[in-house]
C-alpha cells in the first residue's frame, strides 16, 4: 500500500511598497485583507516593505528580535551586515508581524545595485527619477533577507512570496537567477503603461494590441518601470492581476497571460440592526448640510429636503477617473432639471488632490459666521424656552403668547446684524480651496457654465484636497462623508479595480461605475440584474464618448427621480449584499494563487 506523503506547512510573505506606508489604493489592498490572511496563516505570515520614519510612528509598534526563528535568524544576519532591518507589528485590525527596512542604510550601493541589475537582466535604470532608485534598494534589502530566510528555513516549509507592484518586485528577477529557495505570486493592479497610454490615446481598448511596449515606455520616459514591471510578470511563478480588464493589458504590456483574476475586497463592517446605517447616513448628512447651508446659504436658498449629494473621488487623472464624462453629463443634468421643471437640487462634490496654497479665507469665513447664526439662534431658543414655560405655566388663558416679545432687544440685535454681514450677491464659490492653478476641471466648469448660478439645479463643490477629520469645513473622515452622501458617481475610462464605489456598497450608498473598471466589470459578470442591488454601469466599451455622457446624465436624473422611500430601499439592498465583497469571500482567490505557485516550484 502508498504511503501517503503528509503535507508540507506553507509560510507566507507579502512584500508591498504600500506596507505600512499610504500612498493609494494598494495601501487599502493589504491593509484591509491582513485580518483574513492572519486568520488563515496565523504566526506563518509575515509582511515586508520600507521604513519610512513618520508613517512607522504611527503604525509600527517594534518587537525584540530573538534567533529561534528563521525569520529573526534572517534579521540579525542582516544587522550585522550593517543594515537597518525593523521588526514587529503593524498597528491594524489583526496586527500581523511585518519587517521594514530602511533604504538609507543601502544607498551607497544603489549605482553598484543599478550595474548588477544591467548585466543579469539588461534593465536600464540611467537618470531615472529618485522613486525608481528607492525601489532598487528596497528590492536588494528584501533579496538578501529573502535569500537568508530561505537558508535558515532549511527547507522545513514551503515559502511563498507575494510581490505586489513592481515598486516592491525589483529584486524577482535575481531570486530567480539565483534559484532562491521560494514560490513567487506577481499581481499587477494597474500597468505603468495603461495608465499612462488610457490618458493619452483616444480608443486605447481598441488598439490595445498595436502597441510597442518598450518604444512606449521610452516615449513616456518609465522604461526603467516597465521593464521591472515585465520582467517581474515574466519571472514570477504565478502571474495574477485584479480583473479581466488589466489582463488584457498584462498580455500586450507584460508578455504573459495571468493564471489568475484576483478581485479586491474590504472589511465589510455589519450592523446589528438594519436600520443603524440609516441612522448614520442622517447623522453625517446633516454635517454635510451644515456645509451646504455655509457655503450657498448666504447667497442662494434651496430647501435640504429635497437636495441630493452626489461626489466622486480619486487621484486627479482627469480623462481616466472619469470626471471630465461626470462633468459633460452633469451639463445634460442640469438642462433636464430646469425643462422638467423639478424641485429637487443637486450638490455635486468632487474629491481629489491637487495643489493648493490654502483653503479659500472666503469659504471658511462663511463657515465660521454661519455657526454664529447657529450660536445666535441658539441662545435665543433658550431663552425663549425658558420664558414661554414661566408664561405657559403662568397664564389663565390657552393662547400661544407672542414669542417675539422673549427675545432681549440685544439678541434680536445681534442675530440681525451676524445674518446681515452673511449675505452676499456674490455667487457660491466653486473651488473651496486656492489652487495654485487651473486646471481641466475649472476649465469644463467654464465651458459648460456650471458656475453655481443661481438658476441652477445642479451645483458644484470642487474640493482639490482628500476629507480627514480635521477638515475644518465638513469635520468629517472620508468614511462618514460618503455614508453621508446619497450617490457615488466613477464613471472611469481607466480603472483596473476601482475601490471607490466599492467603499460606497460598503457603506450602503448606491453607486455608478464604468464597464471599463474592474469593479464595474465585475459586479456585470457575477449580478445579472446589478441595478436592481443599487449599482448602474455606464457602457463605454461600445458607445462613444458623447452617448457615454447622455446615458449618465440619464442615470443620474432617473437617480433625482425617486423618492425618499425609494432612496432607503436602495440603500437597504446596496447594504445587503456587500457582504459579497468581504475578504473573508475573496480570499479564496489568494489561497488558489499561493498554492498554485508552490505546485509550479515543485515541478
Given amino acids: 500500500m502508498e504511503k501517503k506523503v503528509a503535507e508540507k506547512k506553507k509560510f507566507l510573505v507579502e512584500v508591498a511598497w504600500e506596507t505600512c506606508n499610504q500612498v493609494g489604493g494598494i495601501y487599502t489592498v493589504i491593509r484591509t485583507k491582513v485580518p483574513s490572511m492572519v486568520e488563515k496563516w496565523g504566526d506563518d505570515y509575515l509582511l515586508l516593505g520600507p521604513y519610512f520614519p513618520q508613517t512607522a510612528a504611527a503604525e509600527f509598534e517594534a518587537l525584540p528580535v530573538t534567533d529561534d526563528s528563521p525569520v529573526g535568524r534572517a534579521i540579525l544576519t542582516m544587522r550585522a551586515m550593517g543594515y537597518q532591518v525593523h521588526y514587529g507589528n503593524w498597528l491594524i485590525t489583526g496586527k500581523p508581524k511585518i519587517v521594514l527596512f530602511d533604504i538609507a542604510s543601502i544607498y551607497d550601493q544603489v549605482d553598484e545595485i543599478k550595474g548588477k541589475i544591467w548585466d543579469n537582466h539588461k534593465i536600464s535604470t540611467l537618470g531615472?527619477?529618485?522613486?525608481?532608485?528607492?525601489?532598487?534598494?528596497?528590492?536588494?534589502?528584501?533579496?538578501?533577507?529573502?535569500t537568508q530566510f530561505a537558508t535558515e528555513n532549511k527547507s522545513k516549509k514551503d515559502i511563498v512570496v507575494h510581490f505586489h507592484e513592481w515598486m516592491a518586485s525589483t529584486c524577482l528577477p535575481d531570486l530567480k537567477k539565483d534559484k532562491v529557495k521560494v514560490s513567487t505570486v506577481f499581481t499587477t493592479h494597474a500597468t505603468m503603461l495603461g495608465r499612462y497610454l488610457a490618458g493619452n490615446v483616444p480608443n486605447f481598448y481598441d488598439v490595445l494590441d498595436s502597441f510597442n511596449w518598450h518604444k512606449e515606455a521610452v516615449h513616456y520616459g518609465i522604461e526603467a518601470q516597465a521593464s521591472f514591471e515585465r520582467a517581474a510578470a515574466q519571472k514570477a511563478d504565478v502571474l495574477t492581476t485584479v480583473s479581466d480588464i488589466t489582463a488584457k493589458e498584462c498580455v500586450a504590456f507584460l508578455g504573459r497571460i495571468p493564471e489568475l483574476i484576483l478581485p479586491n475586497g474590504l472589511?465589510?463592517?455589519?450592523?446589528?440592526?438594519?436600520?443603524?446605517?440609516?441612522?448614520?447616513?442622517?447623522?453625517?448628512?446633516?454635517?454635510?448640510?451644515?456645509?451646504?447651508?455655509?457655503?450657498?446659504?448666504?447667497?442662494?436658498a434651496f430647501d435640504l429636503d429635497q437636495t441630493l449629494y452626489l461626489f466622486t473621488s480619486g487621484r486627479f487623472e482627469y480623462s481616466n477617473k472619469g470626471y471630465d464624462i461626470t462633468l459633460d453629463a452633469l451639463e445634460i443634468l442640469n438642462r433636464k432639471m430646469k425643462e422638467s421643471g423639478s424641485k429637487k437640487t443637486v450638490i455635486m462634490f468632487f474629491i481629489t488632490k491637487q495643489p493648493y496654497h490654502s483653503i479659500d479665507p472666503e469659504v471658511l469665513h462663511s463657515r465660521a459666521v454661519l455657526d454664529e447664526i447657529r450660536e445666535n439662534?441658539?441662545?435665543?431658543?433658550?431663552?425663549?424656552?425658558?420664558?414661554?414655560?414661566?408664561?405657559?405655566?403662568?397664564?389663565?388663558?390657552?393662547?400661544?403668547?407672542d414669542l417675539n416679545q422673549f427675545v432681549d432687544e440685544y439678541w434680536r440685535l445681534r442675530l440681525r446684524r451676524t445674518v446681515q454681514t452673511w449675505k452676499t450677491n456674490a455667487r457660491p464659490k466653486v473651488v473651496t480651496h486656492l489652487l495654485k492653478q487651473e486646471d481641466d476641471i475649472i476649465r469644463n466648469l467654464h465651458r459648460t457654465q456650471l458656475l453655481n448660478n443661481a438658476d441652477d439645479k445642479v451645483k458644484v463643490v470642487y474640493h482639490p484636497d482628500f476629507i480627514v477629520s480635521t477638515n475644518p469645513?465638513?469635520?468629517?473622515?472620508?468614511?462618514?462623508?460618503?455614508?453621508?452622501?446619497?450617490?457615488?458617481?466613477?464613471?472611469?475610462?481607466?480603472?483596473?479595480?476601482?475601490y471607490t464605489p466599492l467603499e460606497c456598497m460598503a457603506r450602503g450608498v448606491p453607486t455608478v461605475t464604468s464597464d471599463?473598471?474592474?469593479?464595474?466589470?465585475?459586479?456585470?459578470?457575477?449580478?445579472?440584474?446589478?441595478?436592481?442591488?443599487?449599482?448602474?454601469?455606464?457602457?463605454?466599451?461600445?458607445?462613444?464618448?458623447?452617448?457615454?455622457?447622455?446615458?449618465?446624465?440619464?442615470?443620474?436624473?432617473?437617480?433625482?427621480?425617486?423618492?425618499?422611500?425609494?432612496?432607503?430601499?436602495?440603500?437597504?439592498?446596496?447594504?445587503?449584499?456587500?457582504?459579497?465583497?468581504?475578504?473573508?469571500?475573496?480570499?479564496?482567490?489568494?489561497?488558489?494563487?499561493?498554492?498554485?505557485a508552490v505546485l509550479k516550484k515543485r515541478k
Avoid at 463592517?269 to 446659504?297: C, P, T, W
Avoid at 469645513?473 to 476601482?498: A, I
Avoid at 446624465?553 to 465583497?581: G, H, P, Y
Fill in 267 to 300: 472589511n465589510i463592517q455589519r450592523f446589528a440592526a438594519m436600520h443603524e446605517h440609516q441612522n448614520l447616513h442622517s447623522l453625517y448628512k446633516k454635517r454635510i448640510s451644515d456645509f451646504v447651508m455655509g457655503h450657498f446659504f448666504q447667497n442662494q
Fill in 377 to 401: 439662534c441658539q441662545a435665543i431658543q433658550k431663552e425663549v424656552g425658558d420664558k414661554l414655560f414661566e408664561a405657559a405655566a403662568s397664564s389663565n388663558d390657552l393662547q400661544l403668547p
Fill in 473 to 498: 469645513l465638513f469635520g468629517l473622515d472620508y468614511g462618514q462623508f460618503v455614508r453621508g452622501c446619497h450617490l457615488g458617481v466613477f464613471p472611469s475610462y481607466y480603472e483596473p479595480w476601482g
Fill in 128 to 146: 531615472v527619477e529618485e522613486l525608481v532608485n528607492q525601489t532598487i534598494a528596497l528590492g536588494e534589502l528584501i533579496r538578501i533577507f529573502l
Fill in 516 to 596: 471599463l473598471s474592474g469593479f464595474g466589470d465585475y459586479m456585470m459578470q457575477i449580478m445579472r440584474d446589478y441595478e436592481q442591488w443599487g449599482v448602474s454601469v455606464v457602457n463605454r466599451k461600445t458607445q462613444n464618448y458623447q452617448e457615454a455622457a447622455e446615458q449618465l446624465a440619464n442615470m443620474l436624473f432617473k437617480f433625482t427621480q425617486q423618492t425618499q422611500r425609494d432612496r432607503i430601499t436602495q440603500r437597504n439592498r446596496v447594504e445587503s449584499i456587500a457582504d459579497t465583497f468581504d475578504w473573508s469571500n475573496l480570499r479564496g482567490y489568494y489561497d488558489t494563487a499561493h498554492e498554485l
